[in-house]
Every structure is written in structure tokens, then in C-alpha cells.
């Protein structure tokens, strides 16, 4: 059945985009107008083709569609390989739809379609010379990178753009480095005939002229460049990158003799310092920017195709970075290769990056929230800078904390990767070992990408067990001896051990109140663990004695953590800057709310006591953190209130020691002499009256000074 009217109207004429030789080259089909006259005649008989296996059922006479010059139907076109000098043949007629092969124009539009040593009309895509012709047309600088003209896209194009711009500004401001300074010779002595006093003979003046070379603009202007491509999307940074090394390795130093520059103006010094801060960034840009393969294999082989000079060497396999699909890199980060290493045909290979390359991958992979495939690699990975990689690795633990395995994060603490390097716990800071004891007793994590990073926090797994995490604790501390020696990490440490296992979104734990023991269960802890602290300093794996832990666990803990920071004071004293951070770590605060644990700071100065040495050292240090720290405490009793600070006071006031309970007299020194700022201290004279504190042998200095407090209160 033949088209109907509507059809015919709307029948649409194929275009071939078939360029095999037997097509010869035809971008267009026409149907000859012919063929029409007989359709119109027998409409209902099909005419077929058998050459070409075409069934024609109705035609009508083509309109012409835009097609190259060599493809024109009207036109006859003569090929050769590279004529430019005239116009083949006919080469020069054209049709109304006849495009230029070299500018993508009509050709009526041409510039130089007949220009003499240009002639676009002869060109066509048989020819190499004018492929080569077309592809610098419309890709222009970008035809050195090799792009398909399909790659080019408008990031490309813009790179591109700034590219041509910024080549012809270096080569005028290169220029001028190429003229030099000229520096007047300094006046010396005359050795010519007639001799003539000094600077006046012209010969030995012109002989003496100095030029210096100084690269100081050309170093600003593709400092400027460099600032520039750093802003822009990848694409056309990599592009921008890429083109500067390849123009500034293209300079030279004119001068015959070194020339005591500065790394700004030697070109021998700036080139490869501008290197540095290109091949950096572009090894980033290879890991962090999903570049298409071909895209990302033809940045690597530009970079290798540049012709490197003498003070540039070291940059020649900067860009020999292994793509995330390669064989060996996702066997470690499938856990399949813990080493880093394989042997293919009897040779060993290792994975082995640059520190820019691996920063930028452990950026992406925490970025996707890959922590295990962060850990796999970099406890494999191999780099030349082994201060860079220790400083990775040395996140690694918070990593696993991130997966929620806690034991294997102290053991990346505590022990190096390989035997030469030192632990990770060797460098934790305060903050970091606070940190790491929350997350270890709560479960939970900072949300973050760093371990200090503030916010909120979030669970990653089950708490330890107290008696797990005391033991890696101690181990924390006796690694690393600032650690030891900070009371304010000890002061973490008890703070920590006398919470609860829950913690707010906040990263704030809770105070837990542990009520005192048995004293003979104190006896006990203190028997038992007996030589437990050597043998932690020692990194053994040692077990608590059965019972320990078996009741009041945490009653056992800080009766350990007693007994620790004891032998610690005794040992480290001449290098404690303070202690006030250990005794406050025992009743400390928690907004409005305060939970004590005075009983087992009370053991401590009952152990503190056995040594006068150490008890004069003690006392010292808290008599003037609280004279430096005036300010603070009383900011502190005001949010505690007259409770806590009426129990502070009395647990020293009724120590038997003398020295101890100076400590006592001086906190209500403090008070007294900023009374304006303590209007709770009345109800701290109601808690001493009804802890019968008058009626305790305190000894006469410290009862007269109790007394003449409650007395100058009651007054006001």
C-alpha cells in the first residue's frame, strides 16, 4: 500500500555518515529526481535495488543538505595529499551547502578557500596534512594534547583559551629576562697603557659591564597563572597546568656563569620550584577529578612527552600515577594484598606513590567513607618521604575507630607497621589521648574526618570493657613519657575512668558516682596488682588476677588509677608543672550537676603521705596552681556550688597531715578575700556547722583559721 499525501509531505532523507572507501567518502545521499517520474507512474510497484539492498517504496526529489566540498554532488572535486599553493581542478566551486573541511563554515564564508598557501577548497578527510589542518583549526592550542574532538568540551575549550592567553604574555615578559640588567662595573684599578686612575678607563669599563638575569617577572606571571588555574574546574586546570611546564621548561638560562640569585629570580631555582607546585597539583587532580581514561592517559603522556632540562630531572616520572582501577592497588583495597607487593614473571613490584598521591587518595576514600580501604592502604603503601607517610598512618587508629574496631586501634597505637619506625602512641598529644579514652569507654566516635574536629559525635561500635580499657590506657602512657608526665592527661584518664558508658551527641560524658569500697576490698586491689605496672611498661600482654574485675569494677579501676598516679609522682615529680588537674579530676564538673569520687582521691593522699619528699612537692604545685588560677576556680566553685566546695575543703581540712590541710585553709583564703563573687559562702558556713568540722582536732593553726573564716561570713 503506497504513502499517503501526509507521508510523502513528511518523508525524510537519510544522511550517510559512512566514510569507507566504497561509499567513496559521501557524507550525503541524493535520490536522482528520476526515480521520482517512475514512482509517479507505478505507484503501487516496489523498486528494488538488489545492489544495495535497498527497497524503495516512494522518493521524492531531495532537497541538498549541508555536506564538506569534497562531498558535493554539483561540484566535481580533484583529492591530492597537501596542495595549498592553488585551487585543483574545480576545487574552488562550490554549491549554496558547501561547507569548509578546515573551518566548519560555509564556504562562501571561507577566509581562505583560495588563499595561496592556505587553499581550504582542496582539502578532505583522505589526507592526513588536512586532517592535521582541521583538527588545529578547531581545537587550536589544544591539538597538542592530542584531544579527540570529541574530549573537547567547553572546560577544555576555556583552559585552552586562557592557555594561548597566558603563552603570549610569557613570551613578552620571557623576553625581557632574556635582555637582562645591565650593572655598572665597580672602579678598581687600571692595568692598560697609559694607566689611568680608577673607573676612567673606558676599555677596562666595557670589559668589566655585568649583565644580570633576573627571572623574578617571568616567576610572578606564572605565579599569577598558576593562582589562576587552581581556581578553575578541572578540566581546564589540568590544561592550564600542563601547558605552563611545558612553556617554562622551555627556558634558558643565558647566562655563562652562576649568579648569586635568589630562588625567585635564578631561573635554575624558580623552574623547578614552579615544577614542584604543578606536578603537586596535578598528581591531586589524577586521583580526586573522575577524568574519562583517554582524557587521563593523555595528561600523563603530554607530561612525559615534555622535553625536560638538566635542573629539571627529578620531575620525570612525577605523573606516573597509577589509576584507582590498577591491579595491585585494588587488590590492597579489597584486602586481598596486605603487603603492597606482588612478583609477576620472577620480578617484584611494589606500590609505592608520592605523598601528594597518597594524601589525595586517603582524601577520597574518607571522603567516601571507606575507612577499612584507608587503612588496608596505607599500612601498604610505600613513599620516599617517610615523615609524611608516619604522620597518615599515625590516623590510622581513628580510622579503625571509625569501623568500630577498638582493639585493633590500640594495637595500631601501640605498635609501629614495620620495626623501624615507633609507635603512634609516641606522639599523641593530650587532647588526642582524652579523645581516644572517650571513644574507647563510649563507643562513639567524632562524626568528623579528623579525630580532633568538634561537633558531634556518633556510635561506632560496643565499648570496651573497663578492664580492657584501663590496661590500654596504662600501656598509652607508659609509650609515650610527656603523656606520662602531664597530669593533665591523668586528670583525662580518672575523668574518664568515673564516667558512664554514655555519651551525648555533644562529645560530654557523664559523671558517674562510685561509692567507696570495702577497705578490704581496697587491700586487695592494691595486693593484687602487685608488679601489674612493670609488666605494662614492659608491653607485656599480662591478665588481671581473678577477682578483680569480678565485682565493683569500677571501684577496682580507680583504685588502680590511685596507685598509678602515686608511683607516677614519686618517679616524675622534679618534671610536674602542676597537679591541681589530678584533684579536681576526682570531683569534677558537669554544668549544674557534680558527682565526687573523694574517696579515692583521699586513698591517694593517704599513699602521697608514706613520702614527706613527695608530699612537700605535691602540696607546693596545688598551693600555686590555685594562686595562678584564682580567677578560674572561682568561676568554677560559683557553677558547683557550696556542696562540693564545703566537701573539697573538709576532705584536706581533715586530713591528719598538716600539710595537706594548708591546702584546705588556702581555698577558704581564696574565698574570703573575693567575697563579692561568692554568694553562696553563708551556706558553706551551714555545711562546715553541720559536718561538726569546729568540733575535729584539726590543730590549732587550722582551727583558728576555720574559725576566723565562719566568722567573717556570719558578720556580713
Request: proline letters at 4%; charged letters at 20%; glycine letters at 4%.
Amino acid at each position: 500500500m503506497g504513502p499517503s499525501e501526509e507521508e510523502k509531505e513528511n518523508s525524510v532523507i537519510l544522511i550517510s555518515d559512512d566514510e569507507a572507501d566504497n561509499t567513496l567518502g559521501n557524507s550525503v545521499l541524493i535520490v536522482d529526481p528520476l526515480v521520482k517520474i517512475a514512482l509517479e507512474e507505478k505507484k503501487c510497484e516496489e523498486i528494488v535495488d538488489e545492489e544495495c539492498e535497498l527497497v524503495v517504496t516512494f522518493c521524492k526529489q531531495a532537497n541538498v543538505m549541508p555536506h564538506a566540498r569534497y562531498d558535493c554532488t554539483i561540484h566535481s572535486f580533484e583529492r591530492m595529499e597537501c596542495e595549498t599553493c592553488s585551487p585543483l581542478g574545480k576545487n574552488a566551486d562550490f554549491c549554496n551547502q558547501c561547507y569548509c573541511y578546515i573551518c566548519d563554515k560555509l564556504a562562501s564564508e571561507c577566509q581562505n578557500w583560495t588563499t595561496s598557501s592556505l587553499c581550504h577548497c582542496n582539502a578532505h578527510n583522505k589526507s592526513k596534512f588536512w586532517k592535521d589542518q582541521r583538527d588545529f583549526a578547531l581545537a587550536g592550542v589544544l591539538v597538542m594534547f592530542n584531544f579527540e574532538l570529541a574530549d573537547i568540551d567547553a572546560d577544555l575549550r576555556h583552559g585552552g583559551n586562557l592557555l594561548v592567553r597566558f603563552i603570549q604574555e610569557l613570551s613578552v615578559e620571557y623576553n625581557k629576562y632574556l635582555i637582562g640588567e645591565r650593572i655598572p662595573p665597580r672602579e678598581h684599578e687600571c692595568f692598560c697603557v697609559p694607566k689611568l686612575p680608577p673607573g676612567q678607563c673606558n676599555t677596562c669599563r666595557s670589559r668589566n659591564v655585568e649583565v644580570v638575569y633576573k627571572y623574578c617577572g617571568v616567576f610572578a606571571l606564572v605565579t599569577r597563572f598558576l593562582n589562576q588555574a587552581e581556581r578553575e574546574k578541572p578540566k581546564a586546570a589540568a590544561v592550564m597546568l600542563l601547558g605552563a611546564a611545558r612553556e617554562i621548561t622551555l627556558h634558558k638560562d643565558p647566562a655563562l656563569s652562576w649568579q648569586n640569585l635568589d630562588h625567585t629570580a635564578s631561573l635554575k631555582l624558580a623552574v623547578p620550584s614552579l615544577l614542584q607546585r604543578i606536578t603537586t597539583q596535578l598528581q591531586k587532580m589524577l586521583v580526586l577529578c573522575d577524568f574519562p581514561k583517554s582524557l587521563y592517559e593523555k595528561f600523563i603522556n603530554f607530561f612525559q612527552s615534555i622535553t625536560l632540562p638538566c635542573h629539571c630531572f627529578a620531575f620525570s616520572n612525577s605523573l606516573n600515577v597509577v589509576p584507582w582501577d590498577h591491579v595491585l592497588l585494588t587488590t590492597v583495597l579489597k584486602g586481598q594484598n596486605t603487603t603492597g607487593q606482588r612478583t609477576q614473571k620472577g620480578r617484584k613490584t611494589f606500590l609505592w606513590e608520592m605523598l601528594p598521591v597518597i594524601e589525595a587518595r586517603v582524601e577520597k576514600l574518607v571522603e567516601k567513607m571507606h575507612y577499612k580501604e584507608v587503612v588496608r592502604y596505607l599500612r601498604a603503601v610505600k613513599c620516599n618521604d617517610t615523615k609524611g607517610l608516619r604522620d597518615l598512618r599515625d590516623k590510622i587508629p581513628f580510622y579503625l575507630c571509625k569501623t568500630g574496631d577498638f582493639l585493633d586501634a590500640t594495637h595500631s597505637l601501640l605498635f609501629p607497621i614495620n620495626s623501624l619506625a615507633c609507635c603512634t602512641a609516641c606522639r599523641l598529644t593530650p587532647l588526642q589521648f582524652e579523645i581516644y579514652l572517650k571513644i574507647f569507654k563510649t563507643g562513639s566516635v567524632p562524626a568528623g574526618k579528623d579525630i580532633q574536629d568538634s561537633g558531634l559525635w556518633t556510635t561506632a561500635g560496643s565499648p570496651m570493657k573497663d578492664c580492657v580499657l584501663i590496661k590500654q590506657a596504662f600501656k598509652l602512657l607508659y609509650s609515650n613519657l610527656s603523656l606520662y608526665r602531664n597530669p593533665k592527661c591523668w586528670g583525662s584518664f580518672i575523668m574518664v575512668m568515673g564516667s558512664s558508658h554514655f555519651l551525648e551527641m555533644n562529645g560530654r560524658l557523664h559523671p558517674l558516682t562510685v561509692k567507696e569500697p570495702p577497705i578490704a576490698f581496697q587491700q586487695g586491689v592494691l595486693t593484687a596488682s602487685d608488679g601489674l605496672f612493670q609488666e605494662l611498661k614492659a608491653k607485656v600482654n599480662v591478665s588481671f588476677p581473678p577477682g578483680i574485675f569480678s565485682q565493683l569494677h569500677q571501684e577496682a579501676c580507680l583504685i588502680l588509677v590511685v596507685q598509678a598516679v602515686q608511683q607516677m609522682v614519686v618517679c616524675e615529680l622534679p618534671y610536674l608543672t602542676s597537679f591541681l588537674e589530678i584533684f579536681l579530676a576526682f570531683g569534677w564538673p558537669y554544668f549544674i550537676f557534680s558527682q565526687n569520687n573523694f574517696w579515692a582521691l583521699r586513698l591517694l593522699l593517704n599513699h602521697l603521705s608514706y613520702d614527706e619528699h613527695t608530699l612537700h612537692g605535691v602540696v607546693n604545685l596545688v598551693l600555686r596552681d590555685l594562686n595562678c588560677q584564682k580567677a578560674t576556680m572561682l568561676k568554677l566553685w560559683q557553677n558547683l556550688g557550696p556542696q562540693y566546695v564545703g566537701e573539697f575543703v573538709c576532705l584536706f581540712l581533715t586530713c591528719r597531715n598538716r600539710i595537706l590541710q594548708s591546702i584546705g585553709v588556702f581555698t577558704l583564703d581564696i574565698i574570703t578575700e573575693n567575697l563579692h563573687v561568692c554568694p553562696w559562702a553563708k551556706h558553706l558556713c551551714n555545711f562546715f556547722h553541720n559536718a561538726g568540722l569546729m568540733h575535729l582536732p584539726l590543730g590549732a593553726t587550722t582551727l583558728h583559721q576555720l574559725s576566723k573564716f565562719i566568722d567573717t561570713i556570719e558578720k556580713l
